[in-house]
T-cell receptor, first 117, second 110 residues
Framework: NAGVTQTPKFQVLKTGQSMTLQCAQD?????MSWYRQDPGMGLRLIHY???????DQGEVPNGYNVSRSTTEDFPLRLLSAAPSQTSVYFC????????????????FGEGSRLTVL | KNQVEQSPQSLIILEGKNCTLQ??????????LRWYKQDTGRGPVSLTI?????NTKSNGRYTATLDADTKQSSLHITASQLSDSASYIC?????????FGAGTRLTVKP
């Protein structure tokens, strides 16, 4: 099993450009989520999904869209990139499906480092 | 407001020495607490989980403790190795929330 796979690993955008960060997992996990990690701060939840066709907002959803058409894939879209979105983005999945609450372990991808100029 | 605070922010120790990392939280109602290890340029990986009824749990050279009354947890690393150099993140879950600490950056030097 590959686990959680994120692409691309690195991306540089200009302000106003759009892009999609891809996330795929092969563990048949119901729960998937996106986080951003900034220096000196804990991981912050952007959006999450408790199953195919179901998505919800996290702590910092503005400027990002998600969709969950399959169990395996959970792409994150930046509609109009801003310098404030410069960050490292992590996708994570979990076998737990208890809504936003967790008893299950989060399995993270390797991260996508995004720079917006 | 649900918060997780970790200390110290960074720590440098010599190989073979022990160290203890701290996590204080205000997350309520408490469900569980996990410690994750994040190597540079990688995603976090779970080390251990603590539930309300557990005081101590070990995973090899890593020992986590939990005091639910004072809302504190610690991660003790014994006989450190160079491979222990990483960030250690405390994650606390409530019934409807999950909060991440900013992490402690540990550097083990030879």
């Amino acid at each position: 099993n590959a686990g959680v796979t994120q692409t691309p690993k690195f991306q540089v955008l200009k302000t106003g450009q759009s892009m999609t960060l891809q996330c795929a997992q092969d563990m048949n996990h119901e729960y998937m989520s996106w986080y951003r990690q900034d220096p000196g701060m804990g991981l912050r939840l952007i959006h999450y999904s408790v199953g195919a066709g179901i998505t919800d907002q996290g702590e910092v959803p503005n400027g990002y869209n998600v969709s969950r058409s399959t169990t395996e894939d959970f792409p994150l879209r930046l509609l109009s990139a801003a310098p404030s979105q410069t960050s490292v983005y992590f996708c994570a999945s979990s076998p737990s499906r208890a809504g936003a609450a967790f008893t299950g372990e989060l399995f993270f991808g390797e991260g996508s480092r995004l720079t917006v100029l | 407001k649900n918060q997780v605070e970790q200390s110290p922010q960074s720590l440098i120790i010599l190989e073979g020495k022990n160290c203890t990392l701290q996590c204080n939280y205000t997350v309520s109602p408490f469900s569980n607490l996990r410690w994750y290890k994040q190597d540079t340029g990688r995603g976090p990986v779970s080390l251990t989980i603590m539930t309300f009824s557990e005081n101590t749990k070990s995973n090899g050279r890593y020992t986590a403790t939990l005091d639910a009354d004072t809302k504190q947890s610690s991660l003790h690393i014994t006989a450190s190795q160079l491979s222990d150099s990483a960030s250690y993140i405390c994650v606390v879950s409530a019934s409807d929330d999950m909060r991440f600490g900013a992490g402690t950056r540990l550097t083990v030097k030879p």
